[in-house]
């Protein structure tokens, strides 16, 4: 069972920066690969980006290499998202997401996810 807490959206300008915070806990969490989805009004969900709690290897969309970073803390058993230059396309509610396959946490189908947090980019 792995239980998680995600925070951290809100309203940015076009351009701007924010970072997401996913507090994770749960016996384990080595065996996971934790990440993030998002999922607009109307669309389907859209694999962001992930990253394996043993090791560290990161995963990220085409969409946002090169914009987003993800990283954890390993003693806060935190993985956070920087974004940067976000567009309103990026507009979205974001989830953290865990299972044990990477596929599946970029897919949105993880089996296990938080409450979502909304960001916001205003046109």
């Known amino acids: 069972q792995v239980q998680l807490v995600d925070s951290g959206g809100g309203l940015v300008q076009r351009g701007g920066s924010l970072t997401l915070s996913c507090v994770a806990a749960?016996?384990?969490?080595?065996?996971?690969?934790l990440g993030w989805f998002r999922q607009a009004p109307g669309k389907e969900p859209e694999g962001v980006a992930a990253?394996?709690?043993?090791?560290?290897?990161?995963f990220y969309a085409d969409l946002v290499k090169g914009r987003f970073t993800i990283s954890k803390d390993d003693a806060k058993s935190t993985m956070y998202l920087e974004m940067h230059n976000l567009q309103p396309e990026d507009t979205a509610v974001y989830y953290c997401?865990?299972?044990?396959?990477?596929?599946?946490?970029?897919?949105?189908?993880?089996?296990?996810r938080g409450q979502g947090t909304q960001v916001s980019v205003p046109s």
């Open positions: 997401a865990a299972d044990s396959r990477a596929q599946a946490v970029m897919a949105g189908t993880g089996k296990y």
């Open positions: 749960g016996r384990s969490l080595g065996a996971y690969v």
């Open positions: 990253i394996t709690w043993t090791g560290g290897v990161p």
